[in-house]
């Protein structure tokens, strides 16, 4: 998300693992990426995302209808060069631009390239036991098991 913002914003700032973020139509041909607090803001700060970074959606029925995917969808968020532009890359191989998602849509962040720090939103506390008393891997591995 870093293209037409990076161009039209004094100031940007760079997402943060476990941030919650969301999407916002800023001109009539570009949406950009902001804090979740600002979302209902005239000017918020756009958040740019690095590209590789790993994020969880939190979609609604109408937009789980819409882009045929389920209520929680991990992307990869990807900065096209020919042409410039911000998709997101579902695991089924289906990209969707930044600029085609409807206002308001969430998303966490669960991990930046480089980044050393995971998202909270990943990691179970240790300790937590299943249903036969045995305890339960962390999310973050079980996750990483399926990749």
């Not at 001109?27 to 005239?42: C, D, F, G, I, Q």
């Not at 991990?74 to 096209?80: D, K, T």
Request: glycine share 6%.
């Amino acid at each position: 998300m870093c293209w037409l913002s990076a161009e039209y914003a004094n100031h940007v700032e760079d997402a943060k693992a476990g941030q919650r973020l969301g999407i916002k139509k800023m001109y009539s041909h570009a949406n950009w990426v902001v804090p979740e607090s600002e979302l209902k803001t005239r000017w918020p700060t756009p958040v740019c995302l690095l590209d590789g970074t790993k994020v969880l959606f939190r979609f609604s029925q109408s937009e789980e209808e819409m882009f045929h995917l389920g209520a929680e969808a991990e992307a990869v968020f990807r900065m096209l060069e020919n042409p410039k532009r911000d998709v997101f890359e579902f695991s089924d191989g289906k990209q969707i631009k930044v600029d085609a998602m409807p206002t308001g849509v969430l998303f966490d962040v669960l991990l930046i390239p480089g980044s050393e720090h995971d998202s909270s939103v990943l990691t179970v506390a240790s300790g937590i036991e299943n249903e036969e008393g045995r305890e339960k891997e962390p999310f973050l591995t079980r996750l990483f098991a399926r990749l």
